[in-house]
Structures are given as structure tokens and as C-alpha cells.
């Protein structure tokens, strides 16, 4: 038997009537630090209930990083989708967790300021099965209200 990979997204809903800051911290990579930091990109509600993942990065007026620490903040509106990471499909599998490479996550919005640091974020996000979702179908999500 074999098996196959894919990309697992995670991703942050805005489900709220008004903007949302979301502040994520990078765990320390091996060697350069965080020289990779991949752009915050987004999708509507409407995109990601209907599997249309055409991301979009944010505009320069909606987030900053700092590659060197390794710190992402994000502005996203009422009904769009940040996609904060990805995992390989094996790691969310076998090893759940293992591999997230996100150590602080700050959501602060409407209902005030939440913070997750170390295994609390994994944990807080709920796996979503879409079967039009290509190989494997999942999804995991942090809806904030």
C-alpha cells in the first residue's frame, strides 16, 4: 500500500460583522531565520463554500511582516478566509501537530482578544471535510464570531 500527499491548508474565518487583526508568530526554523515567510493571501466565504481556493495575497496596507522574527499581522474582513499555514497531509495524519510551525496566534476583533500559544493552536482548530477539496478533502479551521 502507498501513500499519497497533499497540502492540508489552515485556515482563520472571519465571521464577524467588523475587521479582524490576526497576529501569528513563527516557530524558529533551522536555518536562516524565517527567510521564507510566505505573504498572508485570503478568499472570500462565498470562494471557500463553493471550493474556488484561488488565494489572493493581501494587500501591503492590510498586513506587515517581520521576516527576522518571524512575526505575520494580518487584517482580514467579515467574510474572508486567511489561510495562516499548511501542513503535508502525512504530518496532519500520523503526527498531528508535529510539524505546525506557528507558536503564537492572536485573534483580536469584535468578541476581544483571544491568544493561543504552543499546542493550545493546534487544538484549536476544527477539522472540516470538503469533498471538493481535491485528495484527502481537509481542511482545518478557526471560525471567529
Given at each position: 500500500?502507498?501513500?499519497?500527499?497533499?497540502?492540508?491548508?489552515f485556515v482563520v474565518i472571519n465571521s464577524s460583522e467588523n475587521q479582524l487583526e490576526i497576529y501569528y508568530e513563527l516557530k524558529p526554523s533551522g536555518m536562516m531565520p524565517h527567510e521564507?515567510?510566505?505573504?498572508?493571501?485570503?478568499?472570500?466565504?462565498?470562494?471557500?463554500?463553493?471550493?474556488?481556493?484561488?488565494?489572493?495575497?493581501?494587500?501591503?496596507?492590510?498586513?506587515?511582516?517581520?521576516?527576522?522574527?518571524?512575526?505575520?499581522?494580518?487584517?482580514?474582513?467579515?467574510?474572508?478566509?486567511?489561510?495562516?499555514?499548511?501542513?503535508?497531509?502525512?504530518?496532519?495524519?500520523?503526527?498531528?501537530?508535529?510539524?505546525?510551525?506557528?507558536?503564537?496566534?492572536?485573534?483580536?476583533?469584535?468578541?476581544?482578544?483571544?491568544?493561543?500559544?504552543?499546542?493550545?493552536?493546534?487544538?484549536?482548530?476544527?477539522?472540516?471535510?470538503?469533498?471538493?477539496?481535491?485528495?484527502?478533502?481537509?481542511?482545518?479551521?478557526?471560525?471567529?464570531?
Open positions: 500500500m502507498s501513500a499519497c500527499s497533499y497540502i492540508t491548508p521564507n515567510v510566505r505573504k498572508p493571501s485570503v478568499i472570500s466565504v462565498q470562494e471557500y463554500n463553493s471550493g474556488n481556493f484561488q488565494w489572493r495575497e493581501l494587500p501591503p496596507d492590510k498586513f506587515e511582516v517581520d521576516s527576522a522574527k518571524g512575526i505575520i499581522k494580518a487584517f482580514i474582513q467579515p467574510n474572508e478566509v486567511l489561510q495562516i499555514e499548511s501542513e503535508d497531509s502525512i504530518g496532519v495524519e500520523e503526527k498531528p501537530g508535529e510539524h505546525f510551525d506557528i507558536k503564537k496566534l492572536s485573534l483580536n476583533g469584535t468578541s476581544g482578544l483571544i491568544t493561543y500559544e504552543g499546542d493550545q493552536i493546534y487544538k484549536q482548530f476544527k477539522r472540516e471535510e470538503k469533498s471538493w477539496f481535491g485528495p484527502g478533502g481537509t481542511v482545518f479551521v478557526i471560525n471567529y464570531k
